[in-house]
C-alpha cells in the first residue's frame, strides 16, 4: 500500500503550487490523470491579474472583482486574493516565467473585461502556458514525488474524516490505495459537460463529482461561465487579450454591436458580453443568421498580433483557416470556467470534513462569486494553490494516518469494467452536453431547467447500464472515459438544479423568468448536498466587508 | 468526403507486436487527424488508444506520426494528409509502445530533467529587470509544449540513446540565455557533454516540432557559439577542420588536384577577376553563370564539377568559375566560431558582387551546404559587415529546374536503366528547395524509375561537423539510412549533396572492410545527368 502525507490529486496550476508548497516540510504527493505538463492552466491565453504599477490601486482591483462577481464573492476573500496577488507574481517571476516586458524592464501589462486599469501580466497569450512550464521546473527542482496518468476513483473517508483515495493507475491498469493524512482536490473544471466549451477533453470534474458523492456539498454550481469568444463552431479559447488588444465584435450586419449593451464596449465582464452576443444571434444578427459572431482584428496590424497574440493568429488558422490580421474570427460563446465547486475556507480546508482540501477551479472560496472577471483564475491558482499548500503542509504535521474503513466506493467504478449493459458512453456524454447547452445555458427558465433535471436523472438512470468493449487493463481510456462520464453526470444535476433553486438574475446566472437580481431573497451561497436520491439545498451568507451591493452598470 | 485511415495497433495483453488496421471515416475540411481518432473511438472501435486534452495544439498529449512524420493529431487536418489514398497514423518513435497509438514518454521527460531546468539564481528585484529583446529571444524556445515530437524525429537518438534530444537541447538553451540565471557556462558544457555537437544539423526536429522552435539555428547552432565565445567549444576535431580552413580555405585537404587547377589553359582576366571559362558551344550563351564549388567538389569530387560544367554546356550556359572562391563559412558557423569567418565571407561576397557589376548575378552552387550557407547565413553577415548583396544564388539542380520551367532544359537525354531512390539532403531543404523539384527532374531521364516513400527524413550522418568529431555515429546514420532503403525495396541512392555521397560511400567501404558487403550503389545527381547527356567530362 502507498502512504504518503498528503496526495494532491491534480497536475495544473494550483495542484503543483500547493505541493511545492507542502513539500517543503511534508511528504507530499502529486496525482494526475494526464501529465502535469498537459494540464489545462497551459490552455489560459491572456494573463493572470496583479496591482504593480503605482496609479493602479489594490481598492480598484478589489471592488473591480467584487462588481464583476455580481456582489456574490466574499469580500474577505477577494482581497486576499488581490493583496497576495503582488508577492505572488514577484515570486513566479523568480521562478523563472517568462513574462513579457515593457521598455524599461518591468512585467508588462494589459487590458482586460471587467478591470478599470490594464493589470493583466502576461506571456506574449500563452501566459498560461508559461507559468505552468514553470512552475513544473519548480516540482522537478523540489523533487516532489508525481504519479502521473493516475486517475481518482475515489475518497476513502472514515468517521467524517479523510483518509486516503483509490486510484487507477492508467498505465499499468492497476488500482492502488493510497492512505494520507490529507486529500487535496485540484481538478479544475467540467466544461465537457457542455456541447461548445473551451475546455479540454480533460475537464471532467472529477474532484467536484467524487467530493459530492463523498458527501460534501457544492456551492454555488449554477454559476457557469461561458466565455464570449470561443472559435465557432469547436469553442476553443480566444483570449480576452484579443479584445484587450483592441479586437471588436461585430454582427451580421457589420456593425459593433456592443455600444448598443454596455458603455465598456467589448471590455465588459464576460457575462454582460456573452448576453448582448447571444441576444444578437438569438434575434437574427449571427453571421448569416448562423449562432456566431465575428470578431475583428485585422486593424490592430499583423506586427502586433504576431507579437502579442501569435497563439491566437495561429488557432484560428489552424481551426477555422483565418488568417486574423486580413479577416475577422468566427466566434460563438463558449463554457469556460465553474464559479462554483467545493466550499473551501481561505486556507483551502473543506469545512466539517477533515483532511480535505481543495484549490483552484474546482473549490469554490469563493473570490468569483456570480461572474469571474479574466486573469483572475490563474491568480487564484497561485494565491490558493499556495495558501492550501501552506496549510496541508501545519495540518499533516499535527494529523494522524487514519484508518481505513472497510469499503471504499471505488468497486462500483471498477464494476464498470465487467458490466455487460447496452448504454455507450459516447451516446450519453454527447446526449448530455446538448442537455446541457440548450437547458442550461446563457438564458435559463423554469421549464427548460426542469426539463433538463429530468434529462439529466435519466442520463444517469441509463448510466447504471453502461458498456465498454475496452476489457483490458493496460491504457484503457474507454473505462477512464465511462468514470469520467460518471463524475460529469452526478455535477451535471448539482449545476441543473443549483440554477433551478436560484429564481434571480445574477451574474452568469441569467433567469429569463427572474430577470432582475435579487438581493433580499439571494444575496447567499447556494450548497447542494446529495441526499439518498436527489439534492437538498442550504445557504451560506455572503461575507460583505466594504461594498455594498449596488447596480452594476458598465 | 470518405477517408481512410490505416492506424497502428498494438495490445500488449493480445499481441505480440503492432500491426494496422485501416478505418474509413468520412471527414470534411477542417476535420483534424485527431477528430477522426475521436470518431472512430466513439462510433466503432472503443479500444482504439490514444492521448488527448486540450484539442488546441497547447497541451502536448496527441503527438503521433502521421504520414512517417511527428505531429500533433489536433493540429494536422485530415485532407492534408492523404498519401496515396490514407491517412497513416503510428506511435511516436524512439520511445516504448504501451498501447496502440500511447508510448512511454518517461524516458523523454527524463531528458528534460537531466539539463535542471529550473532557475538557479535568486535574484533580487533589480536583476530580474528583463527587457522585451531577452524576451524574444527567450520566447524563441519558451513556446516548446513537450509533446515529444521532436524526440520521435531524431535521427540521432535511434542509434545513440546518450544524446540528449532535442527537447532537452531546448530546454538548455532557455535557461542559458535568461538573465536571471547564472549557470550559463557549465549548461553549456554538460550540452557538450550530453551531445550538442552530435546533432547533424538534419532538422528533422524541427520539422516536427509544433511550436515552430527554430531547434538547429536558434538553439544548437547557438548554444555552439556560446560554447565558443565561453572557449569551452568546439571540439578539438572541428578546431582541427577549422585550421584547415585558415590554412587551406577548406575543410579536406588536398590530396588530388583540385578541379579548379585542372584547365589552366581556360584560365584568364573577366573583368579583373581571375577566372576559368568554359563555353564550348558555338554561338552566344543562353546565360552566363559563376559555378562556386565548394571545397568538397573541388577537391574530392572533381568528377562531379566536371560534369556540372558538362551539364552547362549542353544547354548553352557560359559558365566563369573564380579562381579566388574560399570556403563558404559553413564550418565556422556550425562549429560557433562567427568571430573567424570574416574574411572567407567578406572575399565570397566581393567576388560574387564583382561579377554581379559586370552582368553576371546568378551564382550557382554545386555544394548543397554552401548553398544554405549563402542563403541563410550571408544575408545577416553582409547586413553585418556592412556590404552589400546584388547577385542572386542558385543549387545547380534548382537552377535546372528553373530551365525546365521556362521550357529551355535540353531535355534530349539518352536512355539510363536503374531504379532507385532520391536521397533527399537536409542541406537542400534547409534552403527552401522541395522535393519534388529534385524529383520532376530526375524523371525526365528516360529509363529511370525512382520509388519515392513520403519523406522519411533519414540522415546520411554527414551534417553539422559530426563527421569530424563522433565518426562512429555518423557512420551509424549513414548505414542505417542504407539498409532502411534497402527495406523499402531499393539497392541504390541517387542524391546532390558531396557530405551525402562521402557519407554513404564511406558507410558501404566499412561494411565491406568488415566482410558485410551491402551491395548498395550511391549516384551523384550531376554525374548522371552529365551521362544523360552523353559525356562525363568538360572537355580538355
Same mark, same amino acid.
Not at chain 1, 193 to 211: H, K, L, P, V
Not at chain 1, 353 to 378: D, M, Q, W
Not at chain 2, 214 to 219: A, E, K, L, P
Not at chain 2, 517 to 540: C, M, N, Q, W
Given at each position: 500500500?502507498?502512504?504518503?502525507?498528503?496526495?494532491?490529486?491534480?497536475?495544473?496550476?494550483?495542484?503543483?503550487?500547493?505541493?511545492?508548497?507542502?513539500?517543503?516540510?511534508?511528504?507530499?504527493?502529486?496525482?494526475?490523470?494526464?501529465?502535469?505538463?498537459?494540464?489545462?492552466?497551459?490552455?489560459?491565453?491572456?494573463?493572470?491579474?496583479?496591482?504593480?504599477?503605482?496609479?493602479? &490601486?489594490?481598492?480598484?482591483?478589489?471592488?473591480?472583482?467584487?462588481?464583476?462577481?455580481?456582489?456574490?464573492?466574499?469580500?474577505?476573500?477577494?482581497?486576499?486574493?488581490?493583496?497576495?496577488?503582488?508577492?505572488?507574481?514577484?515570486?513566479?517571476?523568480?521562478?523563472?516565467?517568462?513574462?513579457?516586458?515593457?521598455?524599461?524592464?518591468?512585467?508588462?501589462?494589459?487590458?482586460?473585461?471587467?478591470?478599470?486599469?490594464?493589470?493583466?501580466?502576461?506571456?506574449?497569450?500563452?501566459?498560461?502556458?508559461?507559468?505552468?512550464?514553470?512552475?513544473?521546473?519548480? &516540482?522537478?527542482?523540489?523533487?516532489?514525488?508525481?504519479?502521473?496518468?493516475?486517475?481518482?476513483?475515489?475518497?476513502?473517508?472514515?468517521?467524517?474524516?479523510?483518509?486516503?483515495?483509490?486510484?487507477?493507475?492508467?498505465?499499468?491498469?492497476?488500482? *492502488?490505495?493510497?492512505?494520507?493524512?490529507?486529500?487535496?482536490?485540484?481538478?479544475?473544471?467540467?466544461?465537457?459537460?457542455?456541447?461548445?466549451?473551451?475546455?479540454?477533453?480533460?475537464?471532467?470534474?472529477?474532484?467536484?463529482?467524487?467530493?459530492?458523492?463523498?458527501?460534501?456539498?457544492?456551492?454555488?454550481?449554477?454559476?457557469?461561465?461561458?466565455?464570449?469568444?470561443?472559435?465557432?463552431?469547436?469553442?476553443?479559447?480566444?483570449?480576452?487579450?484579443?479584445?484587450?488588444?483592441?479586437?471588436?465584435?461585430?454582427?451580421?450586419?457589420?456593425?459593433?454591436?456592443?455600444? +448598443?449593451?454596455?458603455?465598456?464596449?467589448?471590455?465588459?465582464? +464576460?457575462?454582460?458580453?456573452?448576453?448582448?452576443?447571444?441576444?444578437?444571434?438569438?434575434?437574427?444578427?449571427?453571421?448569416?443568421?448562423?449562432?456566431?459572431?465575428?470578431?475583428?482584428?485585422?486593424?490592430?496590424?499583423?506586427?502586433?498580433?504576431?507579437?502579442?497574440?501569435?497563439?491566437?493568429?495561429?488557432?484560428?488558422?489552424?481551426?477555422?483557416?483565418?488568417?486574423?490580421?486580413?479577416?475577422?474570427?468566427?466566434?460563438?460563446?463558449?463554457?469556460?470556467?465553474?464559479?462554483?465547486?467545493?466550499?473551501?475556507?481561505?486556507?483551502?480546508?473543506?469545512?466539517?470534513?477533515?483532511?480535505?482540501?481543495?484549490?483552484?477551479?474546482?473549490?469554490?472560496?469563493?473570490?468569483?462569486?456570480?461572474?469571474?472577471?479574466?486573469?483572475?483564475?490563474?491568480?487564484?491558482?497561485?494565491?490558493?494553490?499556495?495558501?492550501?499548500?501552506?496549510?496541508?503542509?501545519?495540518?499533516?504535521?499535527?494529523?494522524?494516518?487514519?484508518?481505513?474503513?472497510?469499503?471504499?466506493?471505488?468497486?462500483?467504478?471498477?464494476?464498470?469494467?465487467?458490466?455487460?449493459?447496452?448504454?455507450?458512453?459516447?451516446?450519453?456524454?454527447?446526449?448530455?452536453?446538448?442537455?446541457?447547452?440548450?437547458?442550461?445555458?446563457?438564458?435559463?427558465?423554469?421549464?427548460?431547467?426542469?426539463?433538463?433535471?429530468?434529462?439529466? $436523472?435519466?442520463?444517469?438512470?441509463?448510466?447504471?447500464?453502461?458498456?465498454?468493449?475496452?476489457?483490458?487493463?493496460?491504457?484503457?481510456?474507454?473505462?477512464?472515459?465511462?468514470?469520467?462520464?460518471?463524475?460529469?453526470?452526478?455535477?451535471?444535476?448539482?449545476?441543473?438544479?443549483?440554477?433551478?433553486?436560484?429564481?434571480?438574475?445574477?451574474?452568469?446566472?441569467?433567469?429569463?423568468?427572474?430577470?432582475?437580481?435579487?438581493?433580499?431573497?439571494?444575496?447567499?451561497?447556494?450548497?447542494?448536498?446529495?441526499?439518498?436520491?436527489?439534492?437538498?439545498?442550504?445557504?451560506?451568507?455572503?461575507?460583505?466587508?466594504?461594498?455594498?451591493?449596488?447596480?452594476?452598470?458598465? | 468526403?470518405?477517408?481512410?485511415?490505416?492506424?497502428?495497433?498494438?495490445?500488449?495483453?493480445?499481441?505480440?507486436?503492432?500491426?494496422?488496421?485501416?478505418?474509413?471515416?468520412?471527414?470534411?475540411?477542417?476535420?483534424?487527424?485527431?477528430?477522426?481518432?475521436?470518431?472512430? $473511438?466513439?462510433?466503432?472501435?472503443?479500444?482504439?488508444?490514444?492521448?488527448?486534452?486540450?484539442?488546441?495544439?497547447?497541451?502536448?498529449?496527441?503527438?503521433?506520426?502521421?504520414?512517417?512524420?511527428?505531429?500533433?493529431?489536433?493540429?494536422?487536418?485530415?485532407?492534408?494528409?492523404?498519401?496515396?489514398?490514407?491517412?497513416?497514423?503510428?506511435?511516436?518513435?524512439?520511445?516504448?509502445?504501451?498501447?496502440?497509438?500511447? @508510448?512511454?514518454?518517461?524516458?523523454?521527460?527524463?531528458?528534460?530533467?537531466?539539463?535542471?531546468?529550473?532557475?538557479?539564481?535568486?535574484?533580487?528585484?533589480?536583476?530580474?529587470?528583463?527587457?522585451?529583446?531577452?524576451?524574444?529571444?527567450?520566447?524563441?524556445?519558451?513556446?516548446?509544449?513537450?509533446?515529444?515530437?521532436?524526440?520521435?524525429?531524431?535521427?540521432?537518438?535511434?542509434?545513440?540513446?546518450?544524446?540528449?534530444?532535442?527537447?532537452?537541447?531546448?530546454?538548455?538553451?532557455?535557461?542559458?540565455?535568461?538573465?536571471?540565471?547564472?549557470?550559463?557556462?557549465?549548461?553549456?558544457?554538460?550540452?557538450?557533454?550530453?551531445?550538442?555537437?552530435?546533432?547533424?544539423?538534419?532538422?528533422?526536429?524541427? &520539422?516536427?516540432?509544433?511550436?515552430?522552435?527554430?531547434?538547429?539555428?536558434?538553439?544548437?547552432?547557438?548554444?555552439?557559439?556560446?560554447?565558443?565565445?565561453?572557449?569551452?567549444?568546439?571540439?578539438?576535431?572541428?578546431?582541427?577542420?577549422?585550421?584547415?580552413?585558415?590554412?587551406?580555405?577548406? @575543410?579536406?585537404?588536398?590530396?588530388?588536384?583540385?578541379?579548379?587547377?585542372?584547365?589552366?589553359?581556360?584560365?584568364?582576366?573577366?573583368?579583373?577577376?581571375?577566372?576559368?571559362?568554359?563555353?564550348? !558551344?558555338?554561338?552566344?550563351?543562353?546565360?552566363?553563370?559563376?559555378?562556386?564549388?565548394?571545397?568538397?567538389?573541388?577537391?574530392?569530387?572533381?568528377?562531379?564539377?566536371?560534369?556540372?560544367?558538362?551539364?552547362?554546356?549542353?544547354?548553352?550556359?557560359?559558365? *566563369?568559375?573564380?579562381?579566388?572562391?574560399?570556403?563558404?563559412?559553413?564550418?565556422?558557423?556550425?562549429?560557433?566560431?562567427?568571430?573567424?569567418?570574416?574574411?572567407?565571407?567578406?572575399?565570397?561576397?566581393?567576388?560574387?558582387?564583382?561579377?554581379?557589376?559586370? =552582368?553576371?548575378?546568378?551564382?550557382?552552387?554545386?555544394?548543397? %551546404?554552401?548553398?544554405?550557407?549563402?542563403?541563410?547565413?550571408?544575408?545577416?553577415?553582409?547586413?553585418?559587415?556592412?556590404?552589400?548583396?546584388?547577385?542572386?544564388?542558385?543549387?545547380?539542380?534548382?537552377?535546372?529546374?528553373?530551365?525546365?520551367?521556362?521550357?529551355?532544359?535540353?531535355?534530349?537525354?539518352?536512355?539510363?536503366?536503374?531504379?532507385?531512390?532520391?536521397?533527399?539532403?537536409?542541406?537542400?531543404?534547409?534552403?527552401?528547395?522541395?522535393?519534388?523539384?529534385?524529383?520532376?527532374?530526375?524523371?525526365?531521364?528516360?529509363?529511370?524509375?525512382?520509388?519515392? @516513400?513520403?519523406?522519411?527524413?533519414?540522415?546520411?550522418?554527414?551534417? =553539422?561537423?559530426?563527421?569530424?568529431?563522433?565518426?562512429?555515429?555518423?557512420?551509424?546514420?549513414?548505414?542505417?539510412?542504407?539498409?532502411?532503403?534497402?527495406?523499402?525495396?531499393?539497392?541504390?541512392?541517387?542524391?546532390?549533396?558531396?557530405?551525402?555521397?562521402?557519407?554513404?560511400?564511406?558507410?558501404?567501404?566499412?561494411?565491406?572492410?568488415?566482410?558485410?558487403?551491402?551491395?548498395?550503389?550511391?549516384?551523384? !545527381?550531376?554525374?548522371?545527368?552529365?551521362?544523360?547527356?552523353?559525356?562525363? %567530362?568538360?572537355?580538355?
Amino acid at each position: 500500500m502507498l502512504v504518503h502525507d498528503a496526495v494532491i490529486i491534480g497536475g495544473g496550476l494550483a495542484g503543483m503550487r500547493a505541493a511545492i508548497e507542502a513539500g517543503k516540510e511534508a511528504d507530499v504527493a502529486l496525482l494526475s490523470k494526464v501529465h502535469p505538463l498537459r494540464a489545462h492552466s497551459n490552455a489560459a491565453q491572456g494573463g493572470i491579474a496583479c496591482v504593480l504599477e503605482k496609479d493602479d &490601486l489594490l481598492e480598484s482591483h478589489i471592488y473591480d472583482t467584487v462588481k464583476g462577481s455580481d456582489f456574490l464573492g466574499d469580500q474577505d476573500a477577494i482581497e486576499i486574493l488581490c493583496s497576495e496577488a503582488p508577492e505572488n507574481i514577484q515570486e513566479l517571476d523568480r521562478m523563472g516565467v517568462i513574462f513579457s516586458r515593457m521598455d524599461d524592464g518591468s512585467i508588462a501589462q494589459r487590458e482586460f473585461g471587467g478591470h478599470s486599469f490594464p493589470r493583466a501580466c502576461y506571456a506574449a497569450d500563452r501566459t498560461g502556458h508559461a507559468i505552468l512550464h514553470a512552475m513544473y521546473e519548480q &516540482l522537478l527542482k523540489n523533487r516532489i514525488t508525481v504519479y502521473p496518468e493516475w486517475y481518482v476513483l475515489s475518497l476513502i473517508m472514515n468517521d467524517g474524516a479523510c483518509c486516503g483515495i483509490t486510484a487507477h493507475d492508467i498505465g499499468k491498469g492497476e488500482t *492502488h490505495i493510497i492512505r494520507a493524512k490529507a486529500v487535496m482536490f485540484a481538478t479544475g473544471g467540467y466544461g465537457t459537460a457542455y456541447e461548445t466549451t473551451t475546455n479540454a477533453f480533460a475537464n471532467t470534474g472529477d474532484g467536484c463529482g467524487i467530493a459530492s458523492r463523498a458527501g460534501v456539498p457544492l456551492m454555488d454550481m449554477e454559476f457557469v461561465q461561458f466565455h464570449p469568444t470561443g472559435l465557432y463552431p469547436r469553442g476553443l479559447l480566444i483570449t480576452e487579450g484579443a479584445r484587450g488588444e483592441g479586437g471588436i465584435l461585430i454582427n451580421d450586419k457589420g456593425e459593433r454591436f456592443m455600444k +448598443r449593451y454596455a458603455n465598456a464596449m467589448e471590455l465588459a465582464p +464576460r457575462d454582460v458580453v456573452v448576453r448582448a452576443m447571444q441576444k444578437e444571434m438569438d434575434e437574427g444578427r449571427g453571421i448569416g443568421g448562423a449562432n456566431y459572431l465575428y470578431l475583428d482584428l485585422t486593424h490592430i496590424g499583423r506586427e502586433k498580433i504576431m507579437e502579442r497574440l501569435p497563439q491566437i493568429h495561429e488557432i484560428a488558422l489552424n481551426f477555422a483557416g483565418v488568417d486574423c490580421a486580413e479577416e475577422p474570427i468566427p466566434v460563438t460563446p463558449s463554457v469556460h470556467y465553474s464559479m462554483g465547486g467545493i466550499p473551501v475556507n481561505h486556507s483551502g480546508e473543506v469545512e466539517g470534513i477533515k483532511g480535505l482540501f481543495a484549490a483552484g477551479e474546482c473549490s469554490c472560496v469563493s473570490v468569483h462569486g456570480a461572474n469571474r472577471l479574466g486573469c483572475n483564475s490563474l491568480l487564484e491558482a497561485v494565491v490558493f494553490g499556495r495558501r492550501a499548500g501552506r496549510e496541508l503542509s501545519r495540518y499533516v504535521r499535527k494529523a494522524k494516518l487514519g484508518s481505513l474503513p472497510e469499503t471504499d466506493g471505488s468497486k462500483e467504478i471498477e464494476n464498470i469494467l465487467d458490466s455487460d449493459g447496452n448504454e455507450k458512453v459516447p451516446d450519453l456524454r454527447e446526449t448530455l452536453r446538448k442537455v446541457m447547452m440548450e437547458k442550461c445555458g446563457i438564458f435559463r427558465d423554469r421549464k427548460g431547467l426542469q426539463e433538463g433535471l429530468k434529462a439529466v $436523472k435519466e442520463l444517469q438512470k441509463r448510466f447504471e447500464n453502461i458498456y465498454i468493449s475496452d476489457k483490458g487493463r493496460v491504457f484503457n481510456t474507454a473505462f477512464i472515459e465511462a468514470a469520467e462520464l460518471h463524475n460529469l453526470l452526478t455535477i451535471s444535476e448539482i449545476i441543473v438544479h443549483s440554477a433551478l433553486v436560484r429564481e434571480e438574475s445574477r451574474g452568469s446566472h441569467t433567469r429569463t423568468d427572474y430577470p432582475e437580481r435579487d438581493d433580499a431573497r439571494w444575496l447567499k451561497h447556494t450548497l447542494a448536498h446529495r441526499t439518498g436520491d436527489g439534492l437538498s439545498f442550504s445557504y451560506r451568507p455572503v461575507t460583505i466587508t466594504r461594498f455594498h451591493p449596488e447596480k452594476r452598470k458598465y | 468526403m470518405k477517408i481512410e485511415l490505416r492506424i497502428s495497433r498494438f495490445d500488449p495483453e493480445k499481441d505480440r507486436a503492432p500491426y494496422y488496421r485501416t478505418y474509413t471515416i468520412d471527414a470534411e475540411k477542417h476535420t483534424t487527424v485527431l477528430d477522426a481518432l475521436i470518431h472512430i $473511438k466513439d462510433c466503432e472501435d472503443d479500444t482504439l488508444t490514444f492521448r488527448r486534452s486540450c484539442r488546441s495544439g497547447i497541451c502536448g498529449s496527441c503527438a503521433v506520426r502521421v504520414n512517417h512524420r511527428a505531429c500533433l493529431a489536433c493540429k494536422t487536418r485530415a485532407m492534408d494528409s492523404i498519401y496515396e489514398g490514407c491517412i497513416l497514423v503510428e506511435p511516436l518513435k524512439n520511445l516504448r509502445i504501451i498501447r496502440d497509438l500511447v @508510448v512511454d514518454l518517461d524516458p523523454f521527460f527524463r531528458t528534460i530533467e537531466q539539463v535542471s531546468p529550473w532557475i538557479t539564481r535568486d535574484c533580487t528585484a533589480a536583476e530580474r529587470r528583463m527587457y522585451p529583446a531577452d524576451v524574444r529571444e527567450l520566447n524563441k524556445t519558451g513556446d516548446c509544449i513537450m509533446c515529444g515530437a521532436c524526440y520521435s524525429d531524431c535521427n540521432v537518438l535511434d542509434v545513440d540513446r546518450k544524446f540528449l534530444g532535442p527537447a532537452g537541447l531546448v530546454k538548455c538553451y532557455r535557461f542559458v540565455e535568461d538573465p536571471r540565471d547564472n549557470l550559463a557556462s557549465e549548461r553549456i558544457k554538460q550540452a557538450i557533454e550530453l551531445g550538442i555537437f552530435k546533432c547533424p544539423v538534419d532538422q528533422e526536429c524541427e &520539422l516536427a516540432c509544433p511550436a515552430h522552435i527554430g531547434i538547429r539555428r536558434d538553439v544548437i547552432e547557438s548554444l555552439r557559439h556560446h560554447g565558443a565565445k565561453y572557449g569551452i567549444a568546439p571540439m578539438p576535431a572541428h578546431r582541427r577542420l577549422i585550421q584547415s580552413v585558415l590554412d587551406t580555405g577548406g @575543410v579536406v585537404p588536398v590530396k588530388t588536384e583540385p578541379a579548379i587547377e585542372r584547365h589552366q589553359h581556360r584560365e584568364r582576366s573577366f573583368n579583373g577577376i581571375t577566372e576559368v571559362y568554359f563555353k564550348d !558551344f558555338d554561338g552566344e550563351p543562353e546565360n552566363d553563370i559563376v559555378l562556386f564549388l565548394g571545397c568538397i567538389i573541388n577537391r574530392r569530387q572533381q568528377e562531379s564539377a566536371d560534369a556540372i560544367i558538362n551539364i552547362l554546356q549542353h544547354n548553352r550556359i557560359a559558365v *566563369h568559375l573564380p579562381k579566388r572562391q574560399t570556403c563558404c563559412g559553413s564550418p565556422f558557423m556550425r562549429s560557433g566560431m562567427y568571430e573567424n569567418m570574416r574574411p572567407f565571407v567578406s572575399q565570397n561576397i566581393d567576388i560574387f558582387n564583382s561579377y554581379a557589376e559586370h =552582368g553576371v548575378r546568378c551564382i550557382l552552387t554545386s555544394c548543397s %551546404g554552401c548553398n544554405s550557407t549563402f542563403r541563410h547565413d550571408y544575408p545577416g553577415l553582409a547586413v553585418d559587415y556592412g556590404l552589400a548583396v546584388n547577385y542572386r544564388i542558385f543549387d545547380t539542380g534548382e537552377y535546372m529546374y528553373h530551365l525546365l520551367r521556362s521550357g529551355k532544359l535540353n531535355e534530349d537525354f539518352r536512355e539510363i536503366r536503374m531504379s532507385t531512390m532520391y536521397h533527399y539532403p537536409c542541406h537542400i531543404r534547409a534552403s527552401g528547395l522541395e522535393e519534388g523539384i529534385y524529383v520532376d527532374l530526375i524523371e525526365r531521364i528516360p529509363g529511370l524509375v525512382l520509388k519515392q @516513400v513520403p519523406s522519411s527524413g533519414l540522415c546520411c550522418g554527414g551534417g =553539422g561537423g559530426v563527421r569530424a568529431a563522433y565518426p562512429e555515429l555518423a557512420d551509424k546514420l549513414a548505414i542505417r539510412r542504407m539498409n532502411i532503403a534497402q527495406e523499402e525495396g531499393v539497392d541504390s541512392l541517387f542524391t546532390n549533396c558531396p557530405f551525402c555521397i562521402l557519407s554513404f560511400e564511406r558507410g558501404i567501404k566499412l561494411r565491406e572492410d568488415a566482410g558485410e558487403a551491402l551491395h548498395f550503389k550511391i549516384y551523384d !545527381f550531376y554525374r548522371v545527368f552529365s551521362e544523360a547527356y552523353g559525356g562525363t %567530362g568538360a572537355g580538355p
